[in-house]
């Protein structure tokens, strides 16, 4: 079993829509969990971190983790062509080596 | 407030070559990590330095790979003799903390090496 499993999509999405992107994971060692954006042949982007069971929100963007189902849920809001990228999740315990999963393709259509 | 810095941006090299990757972290970072991203393929870990030092090379193939990060100048990941299987991209990211706090890393975009 991976540490890390993501979906990889593809998804597409009409403008406007909710996107509910997801990892699972098996360490519970896992403490601080990542989302990273990464557009097509460019480096990921770090969007938003969180270190505790619940919700985070940044603008469009909300952060779910449950720890107790080890998963994690990145949402997004009123979505936009400019968001079609590849979102990787990424999660670490308490050190600096980050586990990423594959990444989610996503493609938001005008 | 630059980004995390990488260069060259593309690079090919015959089987055999050498590269070497160049990454300047982020202004008042200190703690540089490397990663690698194989096709079809998360990104990995490969190595964490901070300056003059290599805090953990765990990631890194045992053999012809190295890294350094020196008081002057970008860290640099060099691969000796590249193989076909040494295809990749290579990012570099920074954090402004390191050991247990480093979890905030700032990603640079990356090296695509190319072995012919």
């Known amino acids: 079993q991976k540490e890390v499993e993501q979906d990889p999509g593809p998804l597409s999405v009409p403008e406007g829509a909710i996107v509910s992107l997801n990892c699972t994971y098996s360490?519970?060692?896992?403490?601080?969990f990542m989302w990273y954006r990464q557009y097509s042949r460019k480096g990921p982007e770090l969007l938003m971190y969180?270190?505790?069971?619940g919700n985070k929100e940044d603008g469009r963007f909300t952060a779910q983790v449950d720890k107790s189902s080890k998963y994690i849920s990145l949402f997004i809001r009123d979505s936009q062509p400019s968001d079609s990228a590849t979102y990787l999740c990424a999660m670490t315990g308490s050190n600096y080596k980050l586990t990423f999963g594959k990444g989610t393709l996503l493609t938001v259509n005008p | 407030n630059a980004g995390v810095m990488q260069n060259p941006r593309h690079l090919v090299r015959r089987r055999g070559q050498e590269a070497r990757l160049r990454c300047s972290p982020m202004k008042g970072h200190s703690h540089v990590y490397w990663y690698r991203q194989l096709p079809e393929e998360g990104l990995k870990f490969m190595v964490y330095l901070q300056k003059e030092n290599i805090i953990d090379e765990s990631g890194m193939p045992k053999e012809r790979f190295s890294a350094e990060f020196p008081k002057e100048g970008p860290s640099i990941l060099r691969i000796q003799q590249v193989v076909r299987g040494d295809s990749a991209a290579y990012f570099c990211?920074?954090?402004?903390?390191?050991?247990?706090?480093?979890?905030?890393?700032?990603f640079g975009p990356g090296t695509r090496l190319t072995v012919t």
């Open positions: 360490n519970s060692a896992f403490q601080y």
């Open positions: 969180t270190y505790s069971s």
């Open positions: 990211a920074s954090s402004p903390r390191g050991a247990g706090l480093s979890y905030e890393q700032y």
